[in-house]
């Protein structure tokens, strides 16, 4: 488990994923519960495996929210914005995930929990937690640092500043540790991820950025894995 993760925080986000996963599963995603689709992986000499997850916004989102503090709006229309203290630092997606032949092959939550600060101003780090649900498969827990980079800069305050959505073709690994290789961690899961471990990385290409409609572009997560069964 990497330094500063909480069992608790663990089963926060496990929690957060169950939960959404049964509240949207019979409707945004058809054949939920299906038999498990076979992996598209690679071997590598050590006997690890290299797999790799997708999904694009806005297609593949199902919902979104926050605290008020990101120039994104909440998704789908009625979600509310965090508004207890706790959570006011918080940002939460779900989405449909993808395989590398771009198969729908289950969903994904992530937690973010950003710091105080500007993070268009300045570059800093924060913490997030990815839960992976496969049907068929079990249930993956990762963990990673990102960081902002030049996303306020480059991106979301240039459009703030003109009321022009931004178009372009932006691609940052966002994943800074805690891992070595500055990789995030895999932290286990269930089924016949029960005793996974490795590090992966998320990569992110950006093309649209929309004060209505908010982020569009492809989201990669890149797993080596180990401790299979």
């Known amino acids: 488990m990497p330094r500063g993760l ?3 925080r663990t089963a926060s986000i496990a929690a957060l994923a169950g939960a959404a996963g049964t509240a949207v599963a019979l409707f945004a995603l058809p054949g939920f519960g299906t038999p498990r689709v076979d992996p598209v992986e690679t071997v590598e000499a050590d006997g690890s495996r290299t797999e790799i ?5 806005p297609q593949d989102g199902i919902a979104v929210t926050h605290g008020g503090h990101v120039p994104l709006p909440a ?3 009625g979600v509310p914005v965090f508004s207890k203290d706790a959570l006011k630092r918080g940002f939460a997606l779900l989405v449909r995930l ?6 729908v092959i289950g969903m994904a939550a992530e937690l973010e929990v950003h710091p105080e600060g500007d993070m268009l101003a300045t570059d800093l780090a924060w913490d997030t937690d990815w839960i992976l649900v496969l049907p068929g498969r079990g249930m993956l827990v990762l963990h990673q640092q990102e960081h902002s980079g030049e996303l306020g800069p480059k991106v979301i305050n240039p459009t703030l500043a003109s009321g ?12 800074v540790g805690p891992g070595a290789g500055r990789r995030g961690v895999i932290l286990g ?4 991820f029960t005793d996974s471990g490795g590090s992966f990385v998320e990569i992110d290409r950006l093309t649209r950025f929309s004060l209505t409609t908010g982020l569009s572009g492809r989201v990669e997560l890149r797993l080596n894995r180990s401790g299979i069964r």
């Open 164 to 175: 022009q959505d931004w178009i372009g073709d932006w691609t940052v690994q966002t994943t």
């Open 53 to 57: 997850f997708h999904f694009s916004l």
């Open 6 to 8: 909480s069992v608790s």
């Open 189 to 192: 899961g269930s089924g016949e």
């Open 75 to 77: 998704a789908p229309p």
């Open 98 to 103: 993808r395989n590398a032949e771009g198969r």
